[in-house]
Nanobody, 121 residues
């Protein structure tokens, strides 16, 4: 199993920036895809960004142009730089690992504890 630990969340004013990170350990398989999900109160958890070990990135429309995902494969860590933050970005952010296929990503069912991001208006 893979263990995931998210960190870096905090309180930020609207329009500000924040970087969060996720460190993976354990039985890390390759190739893989690592993704950032978020869950706001009373809403479903949604995928906001993902990046494969080969460098392919994907973003949700709601964050496109504002968020940037990156990886350090040597450190088994994935980052999310969030800019031009909005109150709607307030959520608990989680990372996830999965296996890529030619069509979709087969995501793991395990999660870390998440890191809280709060944007003040």
């Amino acid at each position: 199993q893979v263990q995931l630990v998210e960190s870096g969340g905090g309180l930020v004013q609207a329009g500000g920036s924040l970087e969060i990170s996720c460190a993976a350990s354990g039985s890390i398989f390759r190739p893989n895809v690592m993704g950032w999900y978020r869950q706001a109160p009373r809403k479903q958890r949604e995928l906001v960004a993902s990046m494969s070990s080969g460098g392919t990135t994907k973003y949700a429309d709601s964050v496109k142009g504002r968020f940037t995902i990156s990886r350090d494969n040597a450190k088994n860590t994935v980052y999310l730089v969030m800019s031009s933050l909005k109150p709607d970005d307030t959520a608990t952010y989680y990372c996830r690992i999965g296996r890529p296929t030619t069509i979709t990503t087969i995501w793991s069912n395990s999660w870390g504890q998440g890191t809280q991001v709060t944007i003040s208006s």
